[in-house]
C-alpha cells in the first residue's frame, strides 16, 4: 500500500530479519518478482531456521470477514516528518483457490478511494507474494515477497521507488487474534539497515 516516515520504533522492529545480507547480493533486483523471491527466501531462512516450515497455503485465512480498519499513516514520507493522520476503512476479505489465494478489497470513505490487495501463495517456495492495486493510482505495484515464521507473524520485502529515489519496502502482519490484526509498512533507503514506518492498519472484525 505504498501510495499513501519520521522513524518510528514499533513492535516489529523489534525482531525482524536483517536485510543487507540479502540484498548484498543484488541491489539491481528493482521489482523484479523473481528475483525479490530469491532474497525474500534468504530473508526467512534467517527468520525461521532451516529446518522450521512454517508457511501453509491458508495462512491468511485468518483475515477472510468484514473487517473495520483504523489508519495511521504519515502524511510525508522519507521527508522527516512526524506529522501522522488518522482515517477509517472498511475491508472485505476472501479466499480462493481453496485458501492459495486472498482477495481483500478495502475502501477509505473519507479519501473517496478504494484499493485491492490479491495475495498468492507458492507451494514449491513456500511463499506468499502480495500484490496491491487501488483506483488512486495507474499501476499494480511491485510484489510484497515473505513468509510466516514460527512467532505467527508475517515478514515480506520487495524493491520499489519513491519520486524516482529507490527504496526497500517491507510490510509486516502481526498481533492476530480471531477479532483483531495489525499491519505496518516501512520503508528504507540504506538497504535494511533502518527502518522508516509510514503506514499502520489495525483492524476489528466485522463479521
Not at 184 to 196: K, L, P, R, V
Request: aromatic share 12%.
Amino acid at each position: 500500500m505504498r501510495d499513501s516516515a519520521h522513524v518510528l520504533p514499533t513492535r516489529a522492529d523489534r525482531d525482524v530479519p536483517d536485510v543487507r545480507d540479502v540484498l548484498a547480493g543484488d541491489q539491481r533486483a528493482r521489482a523484479a518478482p523473481r528475483r525479490a523471491q530469491s532474497w525474500a527466501r534468504a530473508s526467512a531462512r534467517a527468520v525461521r531456521g532451516r529446518s522450521y516450515r512454517c508457511a501453509m497455503q491458508t495462512d491468511f485465512d485468518f483475515y477472510v470477514g468484514v473487517w473495520d480498519v483504523q489508519n495511521r499513516r504519515l502524511v510525508k514520507r522519507l521527508a522527516g516528518s512526524d506529522e501522522w493522520e488518522t482515517f477509517p476503512a472498511r475491508s472485505v476479505a476472501r479466499a480462493v483457490f481453496d485458501g492459495a489465494a486472498n482477495l481483500d478489497e478495502i475502501s477509505f470513505p473519507t479519501k473517496g478511494w478504494s484499493g485491492l490487495t490479491l495475495r498468492l501463495y507458492d507451494s514449491d517456495s513456500d511463499e506468499w507474494a502480495l500484490y496491491w492495486v487501488s483506483d488512486a493510482a495507474s499501476r499494480i505495484e511491485p510484489p510484497v515477497v515473505g513468509r510466516w515464521n514460527d512467532r505467527r507473524e508475517f515478514v515480506g520485502y520487495c524493491d520499489d521507488t519513491l519520486e524516482g529515489r529507490p527504496v526497500l519496502v517491507r510490510f509486516i502482519w502481526n498481533d492476530i487474534s480471531e477479532t483483531t490484526a495489525h499491519w505496518e509498512q516501512a520503508f528504507s533507503i540504506d538497504g535494511g539497515q533502518t527502518w522508516e514506518t509510514n503506514w499502520v492498519m489495525d483492524s476489528t472484525r466485522v463479521s
